[in-house]
Structure formats: C-alpha cells, structure tokens
C-alpha cells in the first residue's frame, strides 16, 4: 500500500510544481488561493485513490470576511494533507526550512508556507514577521503548537507560545482544529508503511482574541479545549 501511495503522489508531483512555480508571479494573497484551490484538488484525489476517507467538520465556524489563526494537533506527517487543502479559505503553514530543500517538492512546499530554522533566532523573528504579513493578506494563519509530531501516549503534547504571541499581538481569533486518525495511516517513526483510514478534521467554535489577553493563559485554555474535545470524541467516531 506504501508503493502505490507514493506512486500515485510521485505521478502529478512535476506538473503541480511547474503550475505552482508559474503563480510566484501572482501577488498575494490571489497566489495562496491559487495554490490552496490547486493542492485541494490533487490531495483529495490522492486520498480518494489511497482509500483514505475524509470528513470535515464545523466548516460553519469560519465567518465570511474574516480570517483566523487555526491551532492544529500534530500526530503524523499526513496532518499537512488533510489540513493545509481543506481549511476552508486561502491558508499558510508555519513549517520547518528543512522540507523545502527536497527537489520538487520543497518548491510546493515553500508555496504554502512560512518557513522557520528553528535553530535560528533571526529565522525565528523573521516567520513571526512572515506570519503576521500572512494576517495582514486576509489569510489564514495555521500552526500546529506542538512543535513537533506528538510520539507519546498522550493526546496532546504541551503547546509553544508562539502562535498565542501571535494571536494577541494581532488580534486575531483562534479557531482549533482537531485531526483524527492519521497516526493510523502514518505513524511517526513507522518506516515504510502506509494504511488506509477514515480520517476526521473537527473545526471547534472561534476563541475570541484581544490584545491584552496573557499569551500563556490563552495557551493553556486553547489545549485545555482540544485535548478535551479530542478525548471525548475519539472514541465514537
């Protein structure tokens, strides 16, 4: 199943990069739409052919005009798949600089990002600048808190501050997004495995954000909301 999944990744690959790498030429924020519009169409066709069924939940919470900072768990790489194509509206993803060194791909890659080395404090500063431009575009903001790939047993690892940090400085509302499943189809430190699953993405009702709000108070409260949400809700799915 692993084979085929990366085959069928493989075959569009070249002519979605090409198409992507043509639209560098278009200002944003028409650029993201493009690419988001783009990405939505071959990773749904790519799920449907993986045998992965997807169910999007609570699209109702994303107000017309108005854009958010969506706060994301983070179980497994196939999390970007199902997010980035399918929040609804134009979006950018924190991610790391490394990825988009891979021929190919990390042109895709960049297109949907803010790119972060993490290692690196200017880097740092400068995708929090990057980020808040993204705000400024009318765009939305996604970032998984975690950091990382949760490996552990529990439903939730402890959130960084910054997209909190960003979240208050802007103004910005946070809607949370809780991903089901896709640690079955692609566990982290799994190797070479792949395995159909039905896959949920849950969108939790907006937490309304002002500027004197404490960054780490709002934190705690957002990943009290989705480990809660995530733990009563997994089982009866």
């Known amino acids: ?10 075959i569009p690959l070249l002519p979605v990069a090409l ?3 043509i639209i560098g030429f278009v200002k944003e924020p028409q650029r993201t739409k493009i690419f988001r519009g783009t990405v939505y169409v071959w990773m749904g066709a790519w799920l449907f052919l993986c045998g992965c069924r997807l ?3 609570g699209k109702k919470h ?3 005009g108005k854009n958010y900072i969506v706060t994301c768990n983070h179980n497994s790489f196939m999390d970007v798949p199902v997010s980035t ?4 509206g134009p979006n950018k993803t924190i991610a790391k ?3 988009s060194k891979i021929p190919i791909f990390g042109l895709i890659y960049k297109r949907g990002s803010v790119l972060v080395d993490r290692k690196n404090p200017d880097s740092r500063k400068d995708s929090f600048r990057k980020m ?5 575009n009318g765009m939305h903001m996604c970032i998984y808190p975690e950091g990382t790939r949760n490996k552990t047993d529990l439903p939730l690892t402890p959130f960084h501050e910054g997209a909190f940090r960003l979240a208050v400085e802007t103004g910005t509302s946070i809607i949370p997004a809780v991903i089901f499943n896709t640690r079955k189809v692609l566990p982290a430190g799994g190797g070479f495995y792949f395995w159909p699953a039905f896959l949920q993405m849950h969108f ?7 500027k004197t709000d404490n960054p780490a108070l709002l934190r705690d409260n957002v990943h009290r909301i989705m480990e809660e949400y995530y733990v009563n809700t997994k089982d009866h799915l």
């Open 1 to 10: 199943m692993a084979i085929w999944a990366i085959i069928i990744f493989l």
């Open 204 to 210: 939790l009702p907006p937490i309304p954000v002002n």
């Open 132 to 136: 808040r431009a993204v705000l400024e």
């Open 85 to 88: 194509p399918f929040i609804p």
């Open 19 to 21: 198409l992507l790498w």
């Open 97 to 99: 600089m490394e990825m």
């Open 62 to 64: 994303f107000q017309k």
């Open 55 to 57: 169910r999007i939940k």
